[in-house]
């Protein structure tokens, strides 16, 4: 860090040389005026003024200048460029294969990835936190190993800068186009097109959670498959698959913000899936307190949430639509469902439309194992199917092995046909003060 004292003190003669792999951040007060990535020009100082390229600053006005060095790997076609000016850091290219091996501790090390490249890859392992920044990196891979694997179980925060797009092969052995055995956390105002060709786009052996930027994933299998969580503050994220947008193999779902859209035609595919972790049974649940979720699915069996747990939603714009029927796998039937939990489905605010199309035969808007409660915000279940699979269940509006409770009128509408199916299937339905039996006329003709 170059101080204030040092800067008056050099202001009248000195000419201070950039070196690659250093990014510099100008400070007046607590924000950084500028931060210069890629610094080529000099720092010249002289007359009161301070001088970086194009930048200008009043020397008295500057409290301080901070140097943070990076790892520099830059994908030129068959070449690759590295800049590295740590010791504790081995990289290794061979041909358009670089390899990274970390030894250093203590604080986070930045690593930018640039260039094109149609057969290249990066393998890393850290014994720290790493930072990745993504900043035009166009890179596909042509062998066994995906384009970016991270072997590393720390943390790698993802910084997307400018356009980027990734790519595996049909050779890829890993299973996911950006795999790592820690956990993923994205941010920036970039964006990030991720396809697999084979296996999933993204794959966290720990958890993925998006803060900032623009993700599109093409996935052959899950759009984003993670062990421990997912979790959703900022962003968008886009995901066309031929299995499950976000899968949670061991854990919950939570979304505060932000965007998620999910288009798959698969059968039984789901747009978030939370899955027990064994011995763990309090921690495959959906949460949604924010943000904006579309979630279109064509397949057969096919459900737009479905967890383990519980779906909770205390905020938010959902959109599910379903149009896939339910089918015999030859053990059971698999029933289509907008909203499906394995314990109960709260809904203290937001917006939610579940819609089944006239095609979703035997499909449900709704069903849990215990009860299903309306208690706010206004949820809307649109039944367009008046159809039956052979030898499976009757098609409902809602299902539960409890009790369908909604707090006052106007936290829940309900379009369906009553006199070709059953909208409510369950023990009793709870409004404000008045208790129903689903089999009387009050509900059914």
Do not use: W
Not at 99 to 104: A, L, P, V
Not at 174 to 202: C, N, P, W, Y
Not at 204 to 213: A, H, I, L
Not at 413 to 442: H, L, M, R
């Amino acid at each position: 860090m170059i101080k204030r004292n040092m800067l008056l003190a050099s202001a009248m003669f000195c000419t201070i040389a950039a070196f690659a792999g250093t990014e510099m951040s100008v400070y007046q007060g607590s924000d950084v005026s500028v931060r210069v990535v890629n610094p080529e020009a000099k720092m010249k100082f002289g007359g009161g003024k301070i001088t970086f390229g194009e930048e200008e600053f009043t020397t008295s006005k500057v409290d301080s200048i901070v140097l943070k060095h990076y790892v520099s790997v830059a994908f030129d076609g068959d070449k690759v460029t590295v800049s590295n000016p740590f010791d504790s850091v081995d990289v290794k290219v061979d041909g358009t294969t670089v390899e990274i091996n970390s030894e250093f501790v203590g604080r986070e090390i930045k690593y930018r990835f640039s260039g094109k490249s149609t057969n290249g890859n990066v393998i890393f392992s850290s014994k720290y936190k790493s930072e990745f920044e993504l900043n035009g990196l166009d890179l596909t891979s042509s062998g066994v190993n995906p384009p970016i694997y991270v072997l590393t179980k720390k943390n790698t925060e993802v910084r997307l800068v400018g356009n980027n797009s990734l790519k595996n092969s049909d050779k890829d052995t890993v299973g996911a186009t950006m795999r790592g055995r820690g956990q993923f956390e994205f941010k920036g105002d970039g964006s990030l097109e991720v396809t697999s060709v084979v296996g999933h786009g993204i794959q966290s052996s720990d958890y993925v959670e998006v803060k900032n930027g623009k993700i599109t994933i093409n996935a052959a299998s899950d759009g984003i498959h993670v062990n421990d969580y997912y979790l959703q503050s900022g962003g968008e994220v886009t995901v066309n698959c031929n299995a499950d947008g976000v899968d949670v193999g061991e854990g919950y779902a939570e979304i505060n913000g932000g965007s998620l859209i999910v288009n798959s035609d698969a059968v039984d595919a789901r747009g978030i899936r939370c899955t027990f972790e064994e011995g763990k049974e309090n921690n495959a649940d959906i949460n949604i307190n924010g943000g904006k979720i579309d979630i279109q699915l064509g397949g057969d069996g096919a459900r737009g949430f479905k967890a383990d747990g519980a779906v909770k939603i205390d905020g938010g714009d959902i959109l599910i639509v379903l149009s896939g029927k339910a089918y015999d796998d030859g053990v059971e039937f698999n029933y289509p469902c907008g909203i499906k939990a394995d314990k109960t489905i709260t809904v203290e605010s937001g917006n939610v439309v579940v819609i089944c199309q006239s095609t979703a035969a035997s499909s449900r808007c709704a069903q849990a194992d215990l009860s299903i409660d309306f208690n706010g915000g206004v949820t809307t279940l649109y039944q367009n199917s008046v159809g039956r699979v052979s030898g499976a269940k009757k098609t409902n509006v809602v299902k539960s092995d409890g009790n369908l409770t909604v707090k006052k009128v106007g936290n829940l509408y309900v379009f369906s046909d009553p006199e070709e199916i059953k909208p409510y299937n369950v023990t009793a339905v709870v409004v404000g003060n008045y208790t129903y039996d689903p089999d009387s006329d009050d509900i059914e003709d």
